[in-house]
């Protein structure tokens, strides 16, 4: 399995921003989201990814 940077949504900015907040349910970004995180199969990626042993 590849590993990925992990992404951090607490990051300082000079406009705090919350990012779980702007995806409003019903909202065409939210279903993208929602489309991307929970139905759609992105391993097809991990070939790409090959940093398991030596980074």
């Known amino acids: 399995m590849p590993k990925f ?5 607490n ?3 000079m ?3 919350n990012y779980e907040d702007q995806l409003q ?3 065409f970004e939210h279903a ?4 991307i995180d929970k139905r759609v199969d ?4 991990d ?4 940093n398991d042993d030596g980074g």
């Open 5 to 9: 940077k992990p992404y951090d949504y």
């Open 15 to 17: 406009i705090v921003i």
């Open 32 to 35: 993208i989201h929602h489309l």
């Open 42 to 45: 992105l391993s097809a990626f």
């Open 47 to 50: 070939v790409h990814y090959q």
């Open 11 to 13: 990051q300082s900015a």
């Open 25 to 27: 349910s019903g909202t």
